[in-house]
């Protein structure tokens, strides 16, 4: 989604705002711009990649050293380069994520002198608005901070002042902002992953406040512009490395091909197989009282979500406590029952999923203990909750999460194991399905000829239905989410109980069913849900073992998953043939694969 960079130095800074926004890129954008100031606002914006930016910036001043870039992800207005940031007067310049939601009231206070909107976004009604602010009261700041009272909604924020030329003034409510401090040199981005070669020490503003920042000095102050102590900056460990796709052909199948080596990894970094129990402290069991908590919710959104349906039900079956699965946004603003016996659980990949860490907000305001399962240390998620445990999967670059889900899955199973047998005898049967666990991904994954195979067959297919019971159909649920996202191809998942209230009215010949059938106590329901659809022409794709013989009466096209007796790790097992599934079909399509239309690694709005 839109990020920010920008730089204020005694470098030529140009190439340095391109590269910042070139680490930018892995979130998801559909356009980009620069500006820089050399005696005058100078801006370049396209629609498109930082590549296709980059010819519209050789008019540029390749001396200027103060500047700032964006790339945008559209919200208010289309993808056009009008709308792209920045957003520019010859006084001022702005760029800007999340979303103003008063912006149409802000409009409206606008005196209409001469204001000539050039673009369709919240964002310029701040431009116009502070501009305004400026002829009456001169000084940037004063000015600045008059309007940042009036914003509602969750943004970060930066601009810059033909009048002030040496400043870039920063602000955000919500969503992150980090500045380090370079060679001769500050610099801000909405990711410290793109600060990280120029520095390893970050400050976050906390909200509702203004940094001003310029060459060799910080400063910070409130929106009554009384000065406040500069934040405390944190070392952290961001990585520097250009990751590469290796000889993949897309992050994504090097994703999923990852998942063997990250879950061993995982699993050999948080079970203890000499004493046969998980490592209670890398699990931040210390961090939560579990004495305390009379009820779990664990909330995410997409795929963290599905995760969050297949950790509530193992929760409460192992731990006997209370626990619901909801995504982030709906708990958010539903009157629910939350307070300092309620665990919130937060699942993310990015940790910076508006949706998630407002509804954190909301759970701290109301007592809550809040752990977080995330894969990136350094985002506001992992700093806002009382406890975090690190996925540890490595940088997921391909918008359609894979590692993170799997890996999200086995951390919750390890955490509840954690909790359940601090008393208990030794984990002797969890310790051999673990140690299982990675020969049978490597199992699917030499597969994979047979799985594309399957998908080349049904690339004409426009739908599809996945079925599954019990962790089956969060699986069902998930993989359906992963073709939509990857392929185009509509797909719905739904509890094979579902079928005959409804969607079974879908089914013919030209309606693709794809079961999830795993060896487990469901199996006979499932395979007599496969049955229903065969009975109706619908044409029945089956993930399950391939020897098992009720599975090959049924149909002929079988997807290969081997059996793990214990249902997490089962449902671990049974995504990943499906990733495949979608990855392929996606490619027969064409579609890019990487970076859907439309959609965002980070999702950085409400
Ligand atoms: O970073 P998060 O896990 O919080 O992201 C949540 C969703 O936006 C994400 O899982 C999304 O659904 C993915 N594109 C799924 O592949």
Known sequence: MCGIFGYAGNEPCLHIITAGLRKLEYRGYDSAGVMVYDDAVQVAKNTGKVDDLLPHTHDLSARATIGMGHTRWASHGKATAANAHPHWTPAAAIVHNGII??????????????????????????????????????????AFSSVMRQLKGLYGLAMFFACDPHRIYISRKGLPLAIAAGKDAHLFSSDPLAL??????????????????????????????????????????????????????????????????????NIHRLFDFAQLRPRAEM???????????????????????????????????????????????????????????????????????????????????RGCQTLAICNSPHSTLARTCDALIELNCGPEIGVASTKAFTTTVLIWYLFVLAVRSAHARPLTKDAHNLRK?????????????????????????????????GPSFPIALESALKLKEISYIHAEGYAGGELKHGPIALIDHDMP?????????????????????????????????????????????IIPCPDINQPLLQAIVCAVPLQLFAYYLALEKGTDIDQPRHLAKSVTVE
């Open 196 to 265: 990280a070669e120029h520095s390893s020490d970050f400050m976050f503003p906390a909200d509702a406040t203004i940094v001003v920042l310029e060459r060799q000095r910080l400063a910070l102050y409130d929106y009554d512009g009384e000065q406040l102590p500069l934040p405390v900056a944190q070392h952290l460990q961001v990585p520097t490395q250009k990751i590469d796709k290796g000889s993949y052909r897309h992050f994504m199948l090097k994703e999923i091909h990852e998942q063997g080596l990250v879950l061993a990894n």
């Open 101 to 142: 939601e008063n912006h149409a009231e802000l409009r409206a206070t606008l005196s209409d002198d001469n204001i000539a909107f050039q673009s369709e976004t919240d964002t310029e009604v701040v431009l116009h608005l502070v501009v305004q602010a400026l002829q009456s009261q001169p000084d940037p700041l004063i």
């Open 283 to 365: 699990l931040a069991l210390q961090k939560i009282d579990m004495q305390r908590v009379k009820r779990i919710k664990i909330v995410g959104c997409g795929t963290s979500y599905h995760a969050a349906l297949l950790a509530a039900v193992f929760a409460e079956e192992q731990l006997h406590i209370e626990s619901l699965a909801e995504v982030a946004h709906e708990l958010r603003y539903r009157r629910a029952l939350l307070n300092d016996q309620t665990l919130i659980v937060a699942l993310s990949q990015s940790g910076e999923t508006a949706d998630t860490l407002s509804c954190i907000e909301h759970a701290r305001s």
């Open 513 to 557: 069913v794809l079961v999830v059938a795993p060896q487990d106590d469901y199996f006979l329901r499932i395979v007599a849900n496969a049955g229903e659809v065969k009975a109706r022409d619908g044409a029945v794709i089956l993930l399950g073992n391939p020897k098992n013989r009720e599975l090959r009466a049924l149909s002929d096209t």
């Open 437 to 469: 666990l990675p020969l049978l991904i490597d199992y699917v994954l030499n597969s994979t000829a047979q799985i594309e195979s399957v998908a080349r067959q049904y690339r004409q297919a426009r739908n599809f239905i996945y079925i599954g019971r």
